[in-house]
């Protein structure tokens, strides 16, 4: 599924949070004290794993789930806490090595394996739950379809997944920000519009045996992002 454009982003999503403003994450999907901003956008992220989460059993037990796009591991955890066997994948081997140093013990069953590399790499298996937490934000819809279409080719189950949602106010924001570019910014996310992508989803084959639910979005301050599932039928 590897197109042009998303193979492109990929790369530059690479070196942002492996090289560029690592610590920066570190710090923020921390406990530690960040300013105002920050503190934001670490209350938005918060709430949509609570929101993503809610779509989830509260057992897991023996059930396989892909954390695509884990960063630090928080949400892996939290699905490992409900007795899943998590493969949790990101793009950055610093991500993930921060991950693996700050799992804690597990009970219930539940066990996590870490890896570094492409969330879409068939070799990683199938699986009955798919979450994607704000992996798919830098992307086109086409290739939010495209993501969707290859990740449902190995769920059983159901599929979340977040974008950007296309509103005035975050247009604005980012035209501004594209003004006053800074080196440890994280490449332009790509703001969709919800009824396009509903569109784009319901025109895939590959999508057919799967119901589009309901959206949800979450607004704290800096951070903005909507969240779908997508049901196996």
């Not at 942002?16 to 105002?36: C, E, I, M, N, Q």
């Not at 209350?43 to 809610?54: E, F, K, N, P, V």
């Not at 950007?164 to 003004?179: F, I, K």
Request: one cysteine or more.
């Amino acid at each position: 599924m590897h197109t042009a454009s998303y193979q492109q982003r990929r790369e530059q999503l690479l070196t942002y949070f492996d090289r560029t403003a690592h610590d920066a994450w570190a710090k923020l999907t921390s406990d530690a004290p960040v300013g105002k901003i920050r503190a934001t956008v670490r209350a938005g992220r918060d709430q949509m794993r609570a929101t993503l989460l809610s779509h989830l059993p509260g057992d897991l037990s023996g059930r396989r789930v892909l954390d695509a796009g884990c960063g630090t591991g928080a949400l892996s955890v939290e699905c490992a806490k409900r007795g899943a066997n998590v493969t949790a994948i990101d793009i950055s081997p610093n991500l993930i090595s921060l991950a693996q140093e700050r799992m804690p013990a597990l009970s219930g069953g539940g066990s996590i394996e870490f890896l570094a590399g492409d969330m879409l790499d068939a070799a990683l298996g199938d699986f009955d739950h798919i979450v994607a937490m704000d992996s798919l934000i830098h992307y086109n819809a086409a290739d939010i379809v495209r993501v969707l279409a290859s990740m449902a080719a190995r769920t059983r189950r159901s599929i979340l997944a977040t974008y950007a949602p296309r509103t005035p106010a975050l247009t604005v924001m980012h035209a501004v920000g594209r003004l006053f570019p800074r080196g440890d910014r994280a490449p332009a996310i790509e703001p969709v519009a919800g009824h396009h992508l509903a569109k784009l989803i319901a025109a895939n084959d590959d999508l057919s045996g799967w119901a589009l639910g309901p959206a949800q979005r979450v607004n704290s301050g800096f951070y903005m992002s909507e969240a779908v599932e997508l049901k196996r039928v």
